[in-house]
């Protein structure tokens, strides 16, 4: 058996993605406690947040983190729980909140950080004392636009530079906009210039850690041809929540060490009672991604209805996916970005795969990837130039579809999903591993599921 076909084999998975609903109130869950504080807590990312803080606290830097996980996972809340024990350590830009389209402006606004970090720390600066040595925060701020560093940010990194013991720790969120340098030879230039420091300062200098957020999958694939190879980086996949903390998150109740969560229903005084019906069309539209559940739950306070809340949480994805089936034309390429080497039909049967691969929606790239080829598919339209993979990363460029590298972080989608067991030309038989093709959330995959079910009928 090659891979492919091993990868084709349905993986042996006993476990359900949805929550069991076995014992459910007859009056349905209703907010006991208003608190409108709940909206804004963190939520059960203990886990992952002990895996990052041990990581960044190496003495040593190893390799860039790379920390990947769908949208509104909570990558963003995971981050601003971390920088909480010890915020000075942290230089943060989210690049999904302010301008950094070019270099000019990345350095603009890292100078405004470093200049914080002397009163961040409780310490004046003239009580700094002039040295001559430069800091990588000083280099990062001269590397483009300031070849003379004013003193409150060499100040600012000597600080930083001073406390051995508390590496310090460089941050960008929402990485995926760095790809917006790539349009001019310039920028580009720049942009080579950056993530070249960012290895240097990690994995050769060993002077900071750094981690790249975002939650484009294509950041993977984006990475490597600008020289962030696997054994440069360590890539930490985030996952949505499982079905039984995504119930908890909206209802409430105890976590499995006794920890209570109050539940998002009691953020509003007079959100209607959730009915066991109810939490079902929850579950299909928002899945366990935290912001479509925020939103759903909120948006059942406004309407009063908890069936409206749940069409309207889905509407900008079901249009995402309405145009891909139909006017894959109309996605035009983004700054920095490549030339789209995907159809609509290809979206089609890519989503028909996914459809077909209940509970988990999963299926194994190389499968779609030989798919995209089979029966010399492409040669016979015209592009037998073109790999299936090409094809299937750049649906995942444009963000039409995601990609999953297994991750044990991530506890939506279970180990059995990404390996299977493959006999070799010898008869040795070994695990191997791939990622998984999915949906970009479970709003699009409930989009995906209706138009691969009128394809079917029609």
């Not at 003495?59 to 995971?78: D, F």
């Not at 290895?199 to 962030?228: D, H, P, Y």
Request: proline share 5%.
């Amino acid at each position: 058996m090659n891979l492919v076909e091993a990868f084709r084999q349905p993986p042996e998975v006993t476990a359900h993605p949805a929550a069991k609903l076995e014992i459910w109130p007859e009056e349905g869950y209703t907010a006991t406690k208003f608190d409108p504080t709940v909206a804004s807590e963190f939520f059960n990312r203990e886990d992952e947040l002990k895996y990052i803080k041990k990581l960044i606290r190496r003495s040593v830097p190893e390799n860039v983190i790379l920390l990947l996980g769908p949208r509104s996972c909570g990558k963003t809340a995971l981050l601003e729980e971390l920088m909480k024990e010890d915020e000075a350590r942290f230089l943060h830009l989210n690049c999904g909140l302010e301008t950094v389209t070019i270099s000019a402006e990345m350095a603009e606004a890292l100078r405004a950080r470093a200049t914080k970090l002397p009163a961040a720390l409780g310490i004046p600066l003239r009580s700094i004392p002039e040295v001559l040595k430069i800091s990588w925060i000083s280099q990062l701020l001269a590397v483009w636009v300031f070849p003379q560093v004013d003193k409150d940010a060499v100040a600012a990194s000597i600080l930083l530079e001073a406390t051995p013991q508390q590496t310090p720790v460089f941050i960008i969120d929402e990485a995926n906009e760095l790809r917006k340098w790539m349009q001019t030879p310039e920028e580009k230039k720049n942009l080579d210039g950056l993530l070249n420091f960012l290895k240097r300062i990690c994995k050769e200098q060993n002077k900071a850690q750094v981690i790249l957020a975002t939650s484009e999958s294509f950041m993977v694939t984006w990475l490597e041809k600008n020289g962030f190879t696997p054994d440069s980086r360590m890539d930490v996949v985030l996952g949505d929540v499982t079905g039984e903390e995504a119930l908890r998150f909206v209802v409430g109740g105890k976590d499995s060490s006794g920890k209570v969560w109050p539940g998002q229903i009691n953020a509003f005084e007079d959100i209607p009672p959730l009915q066991k019906e109810d939490w079902v069309k929850v579950w299909a539209m928002c899945g366990g991604n935290i912001k479509l559940l925020r939103m759903c739950v909120s948006n059942a306070d406004v309407l009063g209805d908890w069936e409206k809340a749940v069409e309207s949480v889905g509407d900008a994805s079901a249009k995402n996916v309405d145009d891909a089936w139909l006017y894959a034309t109309s996605f035009s390429k983004g700054v920095g970005g490549e030339d789209r080497l995907w159809t609509s039909e290809d979206y089609q049967l890519a989503v028909g795969l996914i459809a077909n691969a209940a509970p988990y929606y999963s299926v194994p790239q190389i499968v779609i990837a030989a798919e995209l080829e089979k029966d010399e598919r492409l040669f016979k339209q015209g592009r037998g130039d073109i790999a299936g993979i090409d094809v299937l990363l750049s649906m995942i460029e444009y963000n039409v579809l995601s990609v999953r590298p297994y991750s044990g972080m991530a506890k939506d989608i279970p180990r059995e999903v990404f390996f299977r067991m493959v006999k070799g030309e010898e008869g040795i038989v070994e695990e191997k591993k791939d990622s998984v093709v999915v949906m970009p959330s479970p709003a699009h995959l409930f989009a995906a599921l209706k138009n691969n079910r009128l394809r079917r009928r029609g």
